[in-house]
């Protein structure tokens, strides 16, 4: 190859960023699953086991993983709660899209106040390497967020909700009394056209009080949260700013959420071609969540 034009540097500059979307893709998987072993890494990112040797190299060396006899191990984030995690698996794409198009609304320097659940998550983990400050009472995205240096985080305390690892109750409300952030992204249990639900009534108090910290109020949810009712209301349609959901959401949703003047953001989401997108939203049961 020629040097002279240039072209073994176009050359190396494209590996390098082949490189780069890989790796994240390598860490996320690792971070999913507490650890991993090179087979299962193999076999889901669809390089050579010497490519992925040498990515889990470099993981190591940035302090990111730690290589182990036959895998890896994720160094920043413990492993999430059992019931979080098989939540997690449903809709993953779509929480996935959602997370990180919930991210791309929030400048560096800003302020976020960010709910528990697996759809917040995802927004958290969208926001990992930011300059953001996050304020949570989730156990999980304060497990993820706290070992990245460019992150702030803050960590409301109270009563911890032992299935989703969300504080909640008159301590996490009073702590939250004088903090003002810019935006508040939340999840939800379940939306009708009553209003946005939840499934339990301390972390509906405690979601109240997030709303009042936030000069806007963001929802993202996967269009299998609209048609569900949930234990208990948390607000109006009209008090969410914009929810953020895929382009699952069916017609008739997207109807009452314009005729309740909320803005919606639908973000597409890649799926297998067999995979059918515009199934209608499961109705009726209590919802558990985000």
């Keep these: ?90 809709a993953h794409e779509e929480k996935v899209a959602i997370g990180r198009a919930a991210a791309e609304l929030l400048d560096d320097g800003d302020t976020v106040l960010l709910d528990g659940g697996t759809t917040t998550l995802e927004v958290a983990r969208a926001l990992m390497g930011r300059p953001v400050q996050v304020v949570t009472n989730s156990l999980p995205i304060a497990n ?53 639900f939840n499934a339990n009534s301390l972390l509906v108090e405690t979601e109240r009080q997030m709303m009042k910290c936030a000069q806007e109020v963001l929802l993202v949810a996967d269009h299998s949260k609209f048609g569900r009712l949930s234990l208990s209301k948390l607000c109006r349609l009209d008090e969410i700013g914009m929810m953020i959901v895929d382009a699952g959401l069916s017609d008739e949703y997207q109807a009452i959420l314009s005729e309740a003047d909320v803005a919606v953001r639908v973000v597409d989401v890649d799926r297998p071609a067999h995979q059918h997108q515009n199934g209608s939203p499961r109705g009726g049961g209590l919802g558990n969540g985000a």
């Excluded at 191990?73 to 979080?84: D, H």
């Excluded at 009563?159 to 009394?177: D, E, K, N």
């Excluded at 992204?185 to 009553?194: L, N, P």
């Design 1 to 90: 190859m020629n040097n002279s034009d240039g072209s073994w540097e176009t050359l190396s500059s494209t590996v390098s960023m082949l490189a780069e979307p890989r790796r994240r893709q390598l860490l996320d998987l690792i971070a999913r699953r507490g650890f991993a072993n090179l087979e299962e890494l193999v076999k889901a990112i669809g390089v050579s086991e010497s490519t992925v040797r040498r990515d889990l190299e470099a993981l190591d060396l940035a302090g990111s993983i730690r290589r182990t006899h036959g895998g890896a191990v994720y160094t920043g984030e413990t492993k999430v709660i059992a019931s979080l995690d098989e939540r997690a698996a449903t």
């Design 144 to 196: 993820l967020l706290a070992s990245s240096v460019e992150n702030d985080l803050v960590l409301i305390g109270g009563y911890v909700l032992p299935r989703t690892g969300v504080a909640t109750g008159p301590l996490a409300v009073a702590a939250m009394q004088d903090i003002r952030v810019h935006k508040t992204i939340m999840g939800a249990g379940g939306i009708v056209a009553e209003g946005v």
